[in-house]
């Protein structure tokens, strides 16, 4: 198969000579699309350019963020062992008054509302078995117990 060419012709004004150029089919084709590839790139550069700056704003303001939420759980982290301590205080302040009082009943006190306790019943939760309240008596947990 012949190739096939395009020819440019340039003509001057009456006193030069004119000009032929000779293009091959496969040039003009091959800068055409040399020449889309080209623009489309140049239309989707500042897209991707500009997605990019704006994702490396958000991952920086996620990372501060993150960093906020890590300094504060670090406090409530401190606040919650500060909690525990002082719990721990109150319950041998408790069983040492008990003590005192003379009101032992075999077991270290416990607090009703520190051990999950349901204070309109004035029951306990303590390791899986319902216990009364000191003080309480026995038919709101007969009640509840029955609701089982």
């Known amino acids: ?9 340039i003509v001057p004004h ?3 000579r004119f000009r032929r150029i000779r293009v091959s089919r496969n040039l003009v084709v091959s800068g055409g699309v040399f020449l889309s ?12 350019l500009l997605k990019t700056a704006r994702l ?3 991952v920086e303001k996620m990372s501060q963020e993150n960093s ?9 982290d401190a606040s919650l062992t500060d909690l525990r301590s002082k719990l721990a205080d109150i319950e041998t302040k408790a069983a040492k008054f008990a003590l005192m009082v003379g009101v032992d009943d075999g077991q270290t006190p416990q607090l009703a509302s520190a051990a999950g306790g349901d204070r309109s019943t ?3 939760f303590v ?3 319902i216990t009364r309240a000191p ?5 709101p947990v007969a009640r509840r117990l029955a609701r089982r």
Do not use: Q, W
């Open 1 to 9: 198969m012949a190739k096939k060419f395009y020819t440019i012709m």
């Open 14 to 16: 009456a006193t030069a």
């Open 37 to 48: 590839v080209l623009m489309v790139a140049g239309l989707t550069f500042p897209h991707f």
């Open 56 to 58: 490396s704003r958000s």
């Open 68 to 76: 906020d939420l890590k300094k504060a759980n670090e406090r409530i």
């Open 122 to 124: 004035n029951t306990m």
């Open 127 to 129: 390791s899986g078995a």
């Open 135 to 139: 003080g309480a008596s026995a038919k």
